[in-house]
């Protein structure tokens, strides 16, 4: 199975900060990955695909990018409503395997 | 409007059964594949398997392999899961998913999410 390595698995922020996640590969995947928003008692909801394509609908200040192994989410003007668990998901092959998490917070 | 209704949670002793289903609307269930995947109580999420659309091709995570079956009913736009030898650490929100490593990868649809305990 391809393991996911995400960073931080926490971090504290304030509103308009710029925020940057990381997801380490243990194998070439590609631009094979996407990142997810979940709230609690919520079911995830995808942010970006393909590794920086942005979903329908979600809000502009969010981006990703990176191919290979190394990828990254980038909220680039932190808003009230982004606090959440961020994680990330490699869909090149199955087993398809999440990253650790990211729980944003409010400093 | 795209949506997936999972159903057939509960209580179930360890070594018990419980089969899940999902009944998909909105969009056509049969172009696609389906996966289950699962949240344990605090913790991260973990794909658990996937079905293509036409049902002929299965992937299970090794946690459930051997124990848990995937099906789908492409007539009645119902996925299942079937869980058997349950265990305390299948305790779990479990979600119906569009598989996202299938096409189209901006389909994101999961379920509410249906609980299951494996408790005596």
């Known amino acids: 199975a391809i393991q996911m390595t995400q960073s931080p698995s926490s971090l504290s922020a304030s509103v308009g900060d710029r925020v940057f996640i990381t997801c380490r590969a243990g194998q070439d995947i590609r631009n094979e990955l996407g990142w997810y928003q979940q709230k609690p008692g919520k079911a995830p909801k995808l942010l970006i695909y393909?590794?920086?394509s942005l979903q329908s609908g979600v809000p502009s200040r969010f981006s990703g990018s990176g191919s290979g192994t190394d990828f990254t989410l980038t909220i680039s003007s932190l808003q009230p409503e982004d606090f959440a668990t961020y994680y990330c998901l490699q869909d090149h092959s199955y087993p398809l395997t999440f990253g650790g998490g990211t729980k944003v917070e409010i400093k | 409007e795209v949506q997936l209704l999972e159903s057939g949670g509960g209580l179930v002793q360890p070594g018990g059964s419980l089969r899940l289903s999902c009944a998909a609307s909105?969009?056509?269930?049969?172009?696609?594949?389906m996966c289950w995947v699962r949240q344990s109580p605090g913790k991260g999420l973990e794909w658990v398997s996937t079905i293509s659309g036409n049902g002929y091709a299965t992937y299970y995570a090794d946690s459930v392999k051997g124990r848990f079956t995937i099906s789908r009913d492409n007539s009645k736009s119902t996925l299942f899961l079937q869980m058997n030898s349950l265990r305390a650490e299948d305790t779990a929100v479990y979600y119906c998913?569009?598989?996202?490593?299938?096409?189209?990868?901006?389909?994101?649809?999961w379920g509410q999410g249906t609980p299951v305990t494996v408790s005596s």
């Open positions: 393909s590794a920086s």
């Open positions: 909105g969009f056509t269930f049969s172009r696609n594949a």
């Open positions: 998913v569009k598989d996202p490593a299938a096409v189209p990868y901006d389909l994101d649809v």
